[in-house]
């Protein structure tokens, strides 16, 4: 690596944060157990007017090697204005009294701190369609299947012992068994009796049947080939076994079945937003500050978004680049409203529509479509 560096002409090299010069007659010895940070010194330049074509040079080509990052090391004054900095300061190996700001920076959609990059985004990140944009917990959906402990009694009024833990009297007659061993155990762990309601059972019970007893270990005896064995071990709790069971098993049969005891949630990561949070992060902004990402903005009422359109914040460049696509948005967006559907959000899903506005949707696409020659007759 320090050989290649030579070779491509650099003179000093930063290991480990000690500045190195190449040149000189002793070879470079680094500890080949450990790990090492190896930079090229690109360039030293004292900040003076007529540096600008040096510098642009030197940082170019430091973005060439770094791959669209770059370090910057600013020699801090000495009065100890720069003192109260947050930013990490480093010894220069030559002259230890002197104080170095260390400054990253980088070309691409990446934290130059932590090293996280977003890479190039495209339409398709904003997609919960595409797995570029769709959140991986719920797969884009913005609802998960839960296990609802509620829908694994079905009749609160059965006792235990008359099975009221409606998954434990499923499966093959093995899982049966097991689970009756799993359910003595619970009932002389917790003292509890096997022949009231359901109901009527203590909290703490439900608690630790539902969620399980952590780190406390629940005594259990089983019976094979007329031998019993003892063993300890704390009990996960029915809806952690339940959606493990539901997220583990290969057969569709027994995944259909823990589906009765499931539940749609919000999704949990992202909150029913569907998109990963790098997406979003991804804002824009109006004239009065207001600032949304994608699903902020999707919840919007077509009302609200063409005022919002109407007041993006654009500099002479930006408004160049998107003003075919804003003239686009804002003609679709004005036919809908037009037609009286301004109160509707823009992520209103088209199964919950009525007749009469579905109709209109259909009616603003094809007058936005320019179509010529077509009679509507409205009553
Ligand atoms: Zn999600």
Redo the contacts with the bound molecule.
Sequence with gaps: MIEKTKREGFVRVRIDGQIAELDRAEPIRLKKTERHTIEAVVDRLVVCDGIRVRLTDSIETALKWGGKRVVVLRQSRSDGVNEKTTTPTVQHSNTPTERWEELRYSTDYGNAETGFSLGELTPKHFSFNSHLGA?P??HGL?TQLICDPDLMISDPSKTLAEGAITPWRRGTKRMQAYYRHLQGALVKHFHVDENVPFAELPERFKEALYFGTGHQPIEMSFRSDGRSSKTARPFEGLVPQMQRLYEETQSEFTRNRIRAFMTREP?K??GGA?LKPEILAVTIKDRHGCESNIHQFSEQTIQATARFIEDLELNPQQRMIVSEVVREIQSRLRFLVEVGLGYLTLNRESGTLSGGEAQRIRLATQIGSGLAGVLYVLD
Excluded: E, L, N, Y
Aim: net charge positive.
């Design positions: 959140c917990a719920c913005g999704c990561v992202c569907r």
